[in-house]
């Protein structure tokens, strides 16, 4: 079992930046992917970012793609989420997950555990 506990959520002016961590209690993450997903109000959770833990591969959405930037710290099992040039529509809760394969996936059905979730909001 994993538990994943995301923090640095809170309100930001559009052209902002915020930097999300997602702190795992996982032994080791080597054989995990870990993602980043975000739900806003009447809308369907999406993919943001991933990042397969081992080889630090990494994708995104084509949305987030130059703005945001995942990365993990292996020494303390976190992963974060360094998000810039916010613009309003990333509003949103955002969720960071973990999948027991080292390869990353899109569909959040393909991820076993997910954290509480953090508060974005992103002001005009």
């Known amino acids: 079992q994993v538990q994943l506990v995301e923090s640095g959520g809170g309100l930001v002016q559009a052209g902002g930046s915020l930097r999300l961590s997602c702190a795992a209690s996982?032994?080791?993450?080597?054989?995990?992917?870990m993602g980043w997903f975000r739900q806003a109000p009447g809308k369907e959770r999406e993919f943001v970012a991933a990042i397969s833990w081992s080889s630090g591969n990494t994708d995104y959405a084509d949305s987030v793609k130059v703005r945001f930037t995942i990365s993990r710290d292996s020494s303390k099992n976190t992963a974060y989420l360094q998000m810039n040039s916010l613009k309003p529509e990333d509003t949103a809760v955002y969720y960071c997950?973990?999948?027991?394969?080292?390869?990353?996936?899109?569909?959040?059905?393909?991820?076993?555990?997910w954290g509480q979730g953090t508060q974005v909001t992103v002001s005009s």
């Open positions: 997950a973990a999948r027991p394969y080292w390869n990353i996936r899109y569909n959040r059905l393909q991820y076993n555990y």
């Open positions: 996982a032994r080791t993450l080597s054989d995990y992917a």
